[in-house]
Every structure is written in C-alpha cells, then in structure tokens.
C-alpha cells in the first residue's frame, strides 16, 4: 500500500497570502495524485487531478505540481472560502487507493 | 448533472451487518466505463477508500476491509449498495459513494451519510 503524508497539517494565514502544502508518497506514484478541498459537512470537492490539472471550474489561484513522490498545491491568493481540509490521493497502485492525512487551511 | 444519495440506517449495533444504498440519477450505473465507489471518513479524521464496482461487474476492495465488504450494483433500480459484516465502533464514520471513470479520480459524490456503530 502506497503511503501518503502531507505537511503541515494546519496552515493559519490571512486573505491573499499564498498556501503551499505539500504530499509525499512512500513510493513512486508517477504523475497520478489528485488534491480534493473538503469544506465543513461536505462531501470533498477535486480540485487537482494528475498532479498539475485544475479540475472544471476550480479557480486559477488553486495549482499543483510535483512527480515521483514529491507534489505540491500552491494557493496563490487566499480567498475567504477556501477555509478547508485539502487532501492528497493516489491512484498509480490500486487497490487500495490512498489519501493523505489532510491539510487544514484556516484564514485569520 | 450525475447525482448521488446515499441511504440506510444511522444507527448499527455491533457485530451486525452495515448496509447502505447509493441511488444515482442523471446517468445509468450500466453505462460503460464507470466505476461506483464508496469511501468513509470517521468523525473528524481522513478519508479511506472502501471499494469499487465496475459497470462490467467486476468489484475491487480495500485489502484491510475486504474480508467483510461486498459492493454490488442493482441495475434495475440504478443504485449500488455497500455491506460491511461484523460491525465494531471502529466502522462509525460518514460513509461517501462516489463515481469515478478509469485512469480518473473520484470526480462526483454524494453527501454522505453517517452511520453509527453503537448497542
């Protein structure tokens, strides 16, 4: 099974300050992490897919990058509404298919 | 736009068995190249993946679930449904199903449900 780990685990910044967190996997995933945004009583939202692609209709201040075991998910310019936990998953080996413990983003 | 309801009991005793429907409107489960999954999330922690049904029939589990997990699909009512035998408090979690095609993500899903293992 494919570990992921994601650091920090809480970011406390004020609008318009750029968030970076970042998703380690214990091995090799290629390119095939997806970062999801889930938001208090909701369902997680994709927001990321093959490390770098915004999903539809997903904010251009939302962006990734990363291969191999190291990925990343910039938010340039904090908005109010992405207050959230942001997960890391893979699917470069399946079953299982694994997400990272969670980052969670607050906005002073 | 693909939607999905989850449904069944909030409350399980344990040892019992735990069984939820996902009912899916604005597309058909049998439409090719679909995956139907279902992940959970106990209270305030992360997300595990619990297992998929292909629209072929296939299904695929978590191994550290699997000897008490069956997905299956009832094409007729256009729902799938998860079963997880012998239920501890550990099983208490919101329990998500999602859509997901292959070599995709987990694209749609629907609002989840919570379920709880309690006497």
């Known amino acids: 099974e494919i570990v992921l780990t994601q650091s920090p685990a809480t970011l406390s910044l004020s609008p318009g300050e750029r968030a970076t967190v970042s998703c380690r996997a214990s091995?090799?995933?290629?390119?095939?992490v997806a970062w999801y945004q889930q938001k208090f009583g909701q369902a997680p939202r994709l927001l990321i897919y093959?490390?770098?692609n915004r999903a539809t209709g997903v904010p251009a201040r939302f962006s990734g990058s990363g291969s191999g075991t190291d990925f990343t998910l910039i938010i340039s310019s904090l908005e109010p509404e992405d207050s959230g936990v942001y997960y890391c998953?893979?699917?470069?080996?399946?079953?299982?298919?694994?997400f990272g413990p969670g980052t969670k983003v607050d906005i002073k | 736009q693909l939607q999905l309801q989850e449904s069944g009991p909030g409350l399980v005793k344990p040892s019992e068995t735990l069984s939820l429907t996902c009912t899916v409107s604005g597309g058909s489960i049998s439409s090719s190249s679909n995956y139907w999954d279902w992940i959970r999330q106990p209270p305030g922690k992360g997300l595990e993946w619990i297992g998929t049904?292909?629209?072929?029939?296939?299904?695929y589990y978590n191994p550290s679930l699997k000897s008490r997990v069956t997905i299956s699909a009832d094409t007729s009512k256009n729902q799938f449904s998860l079963k997880l035998t012998s239920v501890t408090a550990a099983d208490t979690a919101v329990y998500y199903c999602?859509?997901?095609?292959?070599?995709?993500?987990?694209?749609?899903w629907g609002q989840g449900t919570l379920v709880t293992v309690s006497s």
């Open positions: 999602a859509r997901r095609r292959p070599a995709e993500y987990f694209q749609y």
């Open positions: 049904t292909y629209y072929s029939g296939s299904t």
């Open positions: 091995q090799s995933v290629g390119s095939y």
């Open positions: 093959d490390a770098s």
């Open positions: 998953q893979q699917r470069s080996s399946w079953p299982p298919f694994t």
